[in-house]
């Protein structure tokens, strides 16, 4: 048995070290909080994914009594991206988590289906994407989705 380190970037900033455009979309991420369907958890998330295009796609987290049949504000957004815009890559995704009547002091981790589809989306454009996430106190920035899960799983491991 051998040990391999696996290393992963993140740069953690203030709204300030942001660009205007980075900042923009992380706006819009925390505004679409507001859009977010969450009567169980109480814990609102809200997704924004800029195209290489320009184009923005807003994801806000939808639940429902019948778990797991919900679905996170991060999918919701880049799913709707790629059926909307099948042939345009996603350049950066911001997203923002807000309950007990604030956004949350520390930024919102995604979850594991999330980050899979993330390193997919990325995967399949073969391009990075920048992930930022907010947090009140501080904020994530990932120069791309596969710094959040360095061990993927792809179509090629799909392959005998």
């Known amino acids: 048995m051998r040990d391999i380190v696996i290393k992963t970037n993140v740069h953690a900033c203030q709204m300030n070290e942001l ?52 679905l996170c504000a991060e999918r919701s957004a880049l799913f709707a991206a790629g059926a909307n815009y099948p042939d345009v890559p996603v350049t950066t995704l911001a997203i923002a988590c807000f309950t007990d009547g604030h956004f949350t002091d520390e930024p919102g981790s995604p979850c594991g289906s999330c980050r899979q589809v993330m390193i997919e989306t990325e995967h399949r454009y073969g391009k990075p994407m920048k992930v930022i996430l907010y947090g009140e106190k501080e904020l994530f920035v990932f120069d791309n989705a596969s710094d959040l899960m360095p061990v993927g799983f792809f179509s090629e491991d799909l392959k005998g």
């Open 19 to 70: 660009t205007e455009e980075e900042r923009e979309l992380v706006e819009i991420a925390k505004n679409q909080t507001n859009n977010s369907y969450c009567p169980y958890s109480k814990f609102h998330v809200g997704a924004a994914a800029k195209l290489e295009n320009g184009i923005i796609i807003k994801g806000a987290n939808q639940e429902n009594a019948a778990y797991p049949s919900g």
